[in-house]
């Protein structure tokens, strides 16, 4: 084995040893350019660090998102801001772009029939700020309260809050589909006070206020859950008629009125969450 090849090596298990994997994947060629070019050795070093430093920080984005549960083709770039004229886009962008009040943990409701883009929206808001560095999770409000309604009975609630605390931003779909039982809404509640003003929420909702308390049951705890949703937040109201529902008319072939109206349903595209 050859001077070189031995020196190689080592620097590879160095490098393995220390976690470079960049590094050690590129020292080989970039150490080649420095040669050829003469660079000096602070360059070189600075080189192969920025390369491991730009990876781990792609690396760690990847992992949020893998860990997000957000659907990966719901981005704002397919959002058609048109089809809903009373959000305003440059809101929406705002929140996506200066992510303070996720330091605030303030909230974002999103208000609207079925097939309007709540969900779209949200995830694409969630897709943006793991984009920036934040993490989110996704997940229907349903299947969370029955999540934390298990925690709650194996006495390990306070344990699943907290480990819901490392997403600055907690999107939770479909809030009106949450079943009525007082033990389950209750969690619901906690969730939402411990939560309050530290890290954000992100609520959809085919709902108003005004019919949540057949979520919560409870008139005074509806009143306290809503109170502090809304004292720091974004409300996007988004009554317009169903996306899906209008897509699936202009893929109609122009047909007589009556027909038309027959086809709409059977050409609908099913829920997606
Ligand atoms: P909601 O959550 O309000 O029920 P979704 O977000 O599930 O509605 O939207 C239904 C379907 O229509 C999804 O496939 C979504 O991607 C699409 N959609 C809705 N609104 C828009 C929009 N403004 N631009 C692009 N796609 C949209
Ligand atoms: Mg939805």
Same mark, same amino acid.
């Given at each position: 084995?050859?001077?070189?090849?031995?020196? *190689?090596? $080592? +620097?590879?298990?160095? @490098?393995? /040893?220390?976690? %470079?994997?960049?590094?050690?994947?590129?020292?080989? =060629?970039?150490?080649?350019?420095?040669?050829?070019?003469?660079?000096? *050795?602070? $360059? +070189?070093?600075?080189? @192969?660090? /920025?390369?491991? %430093?730009?990876?781990?920080?792609?690396?760690?984005? =990847?992992?949020?998102?893998?860990?997000?549960?957000?659907?990966?083709?719901?981005?704002?770039?397919?959002?058609?801001?048109?089809?809903?004229?009373?959000?305003?886009?440059?809101?929406?962008?705002?929140?996506?772009?200066?992510?303070?009040?996720?330091?605030?943990?303030?909230?974002?409701?999103?208000?609207?029939?079925?097939?309007?883009?709540?969900?779209?929206?949200?995830?694409?808001?969630?897709?943006?700020?793991?984009?920036?560095?934040?993490?989110?999770?996704?997940?229907?409000?349903?299947?969370?309260?029955?999540?934390?309604?298990?925690?709650?009975?194996?006495?390990?609630?306070?344990?699943?809050?907290?480990?819901?605390?490392?997403?600055?931003?907690?999107?939770?779909?479909?809030?009106?589909?949450?079943?009525?039982?007082?033990?389950?809404?209750?969690?619901?509640?906690?969730?939402?006070?411990?939560?309050?003003?530290?890290?954000?929420?992100?609520?959809?909702?085919?709902?108003?206020?005004?019919?949540?308390?057949?979520?919560?049951?409870?008139?005074?705890?509806?009143?306290?859950?809503?109170?502090?949703?809304?004292?720091?937040?974004?409300?996007?109201?988004?009554?317009?008629?169903?996306?899906?529902?209008?897509?699936?008319?202009?893929?109609?072939?122009?047909?007589?009125?009556?027909?038309?109206?027959?086809?709409?349903?059977?050409?609908?595209?099913?829920?997606?969450?």
């Amino acid at each position: 084995m050859s001077g070189a090849t031995m020196a *190689a090596g $080592r +620097l590879d298990l160095m @490098l393995t /040893e220390l976690r %470079l994997p960049t590094v050690r994947r590129l020292a080989e =060629d970039v150490c080649a350019q420095s040669d050829r070019e003469g660079w000096p *050795a602070r $360059r +070189l070093l600075e080189a @192969l660090l /920025e390369h491991e %430093l730009a990876e781990r920080e792609t690396r760690r984005i =990847d992992r949020h998102r893998a860990e997000s549960c957000l659907s990966p083709d719901k981005r704002l770039s397919s959002f058609d801001f048109a089809a809903v004229p009373n959000v305003s886009k440059a809101q929406v962008m705002a929140l996506a772009d200066a992510q303070e009040w996720l330091d605030r943990g303030a909230n974002v409701l999103l208000f609207g029939p079925p097939g309007v883009g709540k969900s779209h929206l949200v995830c694409a808001l969630g897709h943006a700020l793991i984009d920036a560095g934040r993490r989110v999770l996704f997940t229907r409000c349903s299947d969370l309260v029955q999540r934390l309604q298990a925690a709650r009975r194996d006495l390990r609630l306070p344990q699943e809050l907290a480990k819901l605390d490392r997403f600055d931003l907690l999107i939770l779909d479909d809030l009106s589909y949450v079943r009525r039982d007082q033990a389950e809404t209750s969690v619901l509640f906690e969730l939402i006070a411990e939560r309050y003003e530290r890290k954000s929420l992100a609520i959809t909702a085919n709902t108003p206020f005004s019919e949540w308390g057949q979520v919560f049951v409870e008139p005074a705890m509806t009143l306290a859950a809503v109170d502090r949703l809304v004292h720091h937040s974004t409300i996007l109201e988004m009554n317009v008629e169903s996306y899906r529902r209008r897509s699936a008319q202009a893929a109609q072939p122009a047909q007589p009125a009556t027909r038309r109206g027959r086809g709409h349903d059977s050409n609908a595209p099913t829920e997606q969450r």
